[in-house]
Each structure stands twice: as C-alpha cells, then as structure tokens.
C-alpha cells in the first residue's frame, strides 16, 4: 500500500505543572488519493470483505465523506465516538472496523473485549491524546489526591484507567455539576478549553490539564466576528473544545451529534460551523436546503496547521481499509487489566445518562438519528 507523503504537526504539550507547556511534533501520513475507478475497485471489494467476514464499519463525522457513506451503506453507523463503540458492541459482528483515530479504537476494545477491532491506520493519533501521557497524568493524579479525576473521552485507555469518570462533551456539563454539587473537587483532563467552558458554566473547583485540540484551537474570535459580519443571519455553532473567544460568539455550543441536531432544527439558512469540517458532509446530508461555512482558522503566523480539518482523521482512507479488511493489519490490543480499569468509568457515566433517561441507542439512519441528538457524544 502506498502513501504518498508525512505531514509534520505542531501540538501542545503540557507539563505537570499546570499552567505551563511546550511545542512538541508528530506527523501524519497523507494517503493516495484513488482514481475515480480505483474508487470504484476499492469499494466494491470491501463491501465484499465485510459481507464475507461478517464484519461492520463504523466511521467518525470527521473521516472523508467516502468512508461515512460507505459505513451507512453497510450497515454501519456513522457517529462519535462512544457511540461508535456502543454500536460496535450491541452490532452482531464479531470484528469491527473503526474509521476514526486510535483512541476510539480503544474505546471500542473497552466495551467489547471479546471483539477483533481493526482500524485503517494505527498511527492515527490526536493532540489531546499525544498531550497526554498517562505515566505524566498518572503523577498529576497522585499530587493531587482529594480531588475526582474526571476524563474526556479523547483520551487513552491508560488514562481513562486512572479516572474516577469518563464524560462526553454533551453530558460532562451535568456530570460535573452533579459533582459540584456533592462538594467535589474536580481533577479535569485533557482539554483545557472544554475543561475551562465545563467550569465557567458549573462553578465547580477544577483544576485543568492544559491540553488542546489542534483543530479547534485555532478558531479565532476575531476572525469569526469579521465573517460573522459577513454572514449577519447566519447562527453560530461552536464545539466546546473552541477557545473561549469563539464561544462566547455562538448561537449554539454543544457536540458534534448536537450541532448536527442544531442545523437540522434552527430558524436559519446559514451556519458558521466551528468544529472539523467533515462534519459538513453529514450537516449537508441533513439539512440540504440550508449553507455552511467553516469557521476561519488561524495558527501561527496567521496560517493554520489543520486547516479545520484532523490531519489524523484525514489518514483514514479506502486503500489502508481495505488493506486492513485482507490482512488483519491495524488490531487495537488494551491490556486486559487496564481495559476492566479503564471500563469502570465508561459505564459509571453511561449509568449516570440512563439515571437521566438519556436515549443511547444509536442508529445509522437520518430520520432516526434526532433521538441521538439529545444523548451523548464527545466529539
């Protein structure tokens, strides 16, 4: 299988004395972009594969609108990533391919050990996984022993192995204020932002790992209130992972399924959408009368790094899923032990949201997808 170049990427790397951090590099590989015909073979024959090894492909929003589509033509779902691996999970097949990055393949090994779970590219990583080192969070947690340790979801099996809970950006916002509220204090990773939105909206006493997303880090305040001016009916949706100065801007701030759910919802023909853009595939899917505009980026020197778009994400690709589907290439292996750790705090928020009658039960189906909407989704 062929790639045709590395990307290099800059991200933050926090230090374990909160508040201070620094550059460090990873990379991602930019796979072949197939012929219309290539396409063609590529898909034909995993629809094959998948069939004859009784297998199901699950794809984030944020992977190429090829393989979204090609997840929902099969049988699969498209989705975030917790709802991925619940339907991973409760799907009758025994071996799941996981179009997204590495910490969802994980998650999916969590919640179904007995499964063989496969993904297109076992390098594609995350910037708030990469900024978070679990030997270095561990030592965080120890310094800092009165406090619940409470995780986003885009995080490793190591450090969800060492939280108290696991929380997704729709329902981290009740679980902390239900903490809040018993006089907990909150240990919060890896997403300072999220972290930061969580404690400004709850009160709580939070002490923040300062990691980020390299996508949403670079929306600007600034520049979306230029194209806000621009576009002055146009409703704002923002991911909470955005900058402070971003959210404060938006008419809606939530997950992705939530903001799929706005743009469906909404009394507007325009949005400014501040998350991945692969999400404008299944918005567009969703709404098709109505327009999106990504929200302007910028990094340093006034260039961006991502380009609103997961360089990782973007390592998903037909050829390097296929390649997985002959081969076996790409199994996500968690160490049992830290999986049953790692498990625990999964399943003490999945009961908390059924405590609150949250409807979990994902489907790969549009009209059916708005009772997601109001669930649980991290990313």
């Not at 097949?93 to 590219?121: H, N, R, W, Y």
């Amino acid at each position: 299988m062929q790639m045709e170049a590395t990307k290099v990427i800059e991200f933050e790397l926090p230090q374990m004395d909160v508040g201070s951090s620094c550059t460090a590099a990873a990379w991602a590989r930019v796979p072949d972009a197939p012929s219309a015909a290539e396409k063609l073979r590529l898909k034909t024959r995993i629809k094959q594969l998948l069939h004859e090894k009784k297998a199901v492909l699950v794809a984030h929003y944020y992977v190429d609108a090829e393989l979204q589509d090609l997840a929902e033509e099969t049988g699969g779902c498209v989705s975030d990533s917790l709802e991925m691996a619940r339907f991973g999970r409760d799907h009758a097949a025994q071996t799941l391919i996981v179009a997204g990055v590495k910490f969802m393949g994980e998650t999916a090994k969590i919640l179904s050990p007995e499964k063989t779970i496969l993904m297109p590219d076992l390098d594609a990583t995350c910037s708030l996984d990469l900024g978070c080192p679990s030997d270095e969070f561990a030592a965080f947690c120890d310094a800092h022993p009165d406090r619940t340790v409470v995780v986003y979801a885009n995080t490793s099996a190591a450090v969800k192995a060492r939280a108290d809970w696991m929380v997704t950006s729709s329902i981290g916002l009740d679980i902390v204020a239900h903490l809040h509220a018993q006089g907990k204090k909150i240990l919060w990773a890896p997403d300072k932002h999220l972290g930061g939105y969580i404690q400004q909206k709850t009160g709580a006493d939070m002490l923040l790992w300062q990691g980020s997303c390299l996508v949403h880090d670079e929306f600007k305040g600034v520049e979306l209130d230029l194209l806000k001016a621009e576009y002055p009916h146009a409703k704002i949706l923002v991911h909470p992972e955005s900058p402070a100065a971003v959210v404060a801007l938006a008419d809606m701030v939530g997950s992705t399924s939530q903001m799929i759910h706005a743009a469906m919802t909404m009394d507007a023909q325009e949005f400014i959408v501040a998350t991945d853009n692969g999400i404008l595939h299944k918005m567009q899917m969703a709404a098709p009368d109505k327009r999106f505009i990504v929200a302007p980026t910028a990094g340093n020197s006034a260039t961006c790094k991502s380009c609103a778009h997961c360089p990782w994400m973007a390592m998903n690709g037909l050829a390097n899923l296929l390649y997985a589907l002959e081969t076996g290439s790409g199994e996500i292996i968690v160490d049992p032990s830290v999986g049953k750790k790692a498990k625990l705090c999964i399943d003490r928020m999945l009961d908390f949201a059924a405590a609150k009658k949250a409807n979990v039960r994902p489907s790969s189906d549009l009209a059916q997808e708005q009772k997601l909407f109001s669930g649980i989704g991290p990313a």
